[in-house]
């Protein structure tokens, strides 16, 4: 069975631009989860989706944004990009809307790099 | 504000023996506990977990300690083995929202030979 999958894989992109990335869960999974993780910290949360509803939002500006599709696929927009932007943008599905064990699948990740 | 936190970046540890990963929160409302293993260029993957009603979850060569009262928890591995060498992540959840996970900075584990 296909795992999460994610692309692209590693993209650059300037100051400004926009930037879209995309998502495929495994399937049978409902929810998707985005998560962006900075060098030398851990993930942190900016989106879940389920059934096509946003169902939790971290603390990321309003140039991000998302949605989930009726396959259950997912993308996640950032507009004006900012050289603080440069991470690894990480995919995660699960079956519900995260599980009570909170497993989450995670994708390879879209390595995003701002110059 | 980083309400979970893992003190040590690194840690090596000798082929045989146990591995010990720390990991503090400060969040009260975290009442499930996750471990999540990152090798280089894949996502992370699914360790262990543990509710916030047991202070301790075995899973073969990994167990999981919780003391609520410390706002402690610790991985430990044993024994360790060479693949066992990568980043480990603590996360958290707090009541309520299944899947904002609130992840600690890491620690790189290398088992060494």
């Known amino acids: 069975d296909a795992g999460v999958t994610q692309s692209p894989t590693h993209l650059i992109k300037t100051r400004g631009q926009h930037v879209t990335l995309r998502c495929s869960p495994i399937?049978?999974?409902?929810?998707v989860s985005w998560y962006q993780q900075v060098l030398g910290q851990g993930p942190q949360f900016i989106f879940q989706y389920y059934e096509k509803e946003e169902r939790g939002r971290g603390n990321f500006p309003d140039r991000f944004s998302a949605r989930q599709f009726p396959n259950y696929s997912s993308e996640l927009n950032v507009n004006a990009l900012l050289l603080g932007d440069s991470a690894l943008y990480l995919c995660?599905?699960?079956?519900?809307?995260?599980?009570?064990?909170?497993?989450?699948?995670f994708g390879e990740g879209s390595r995003l790099t701002v110059l | 504000d980083q309400q979970v936190k893992q003190n040590s970046p690194s840690l090596s540890v000798q082929e045989g023996r146990i591995s010990i990963l720390n990991c503090d929160y400060t969040?009260?409302?975290?009442?499930?506990f996750l471990w999540y293993k990152k090798y280089p260029a894949e996502g992370p993957t699914f360790l262990i977990s543990?509710?916030?009603?047991?202070d301790k979850n075995e899973d073969g060569r990994f167990t999981v300690f919780l003391n609520k009262s410390a706002k402690h928890l610790s991985l430990h591995i044993v024994p360790s083995q060479p693949g066992d060498s990568a980043v480990y992540f603590c996360a958290a959840i707090p009541t309520g929202t299944a899947s904002k996970l609130t992840f600690g900075t890491g620690t790189r584990l290398q088992v060494t030979l």
């Open positions: 543990i509710s916030s009603i047991k």
């Open positions: 399937s049978g999974h409902k929810s």
């Open positions: 995660a599905s699960s079956l519900g809307t995260g599980g009570e064990t909170g497993e989450l699948f």
């Open positions: 969040n009260s409302m975290f009442d499930y």
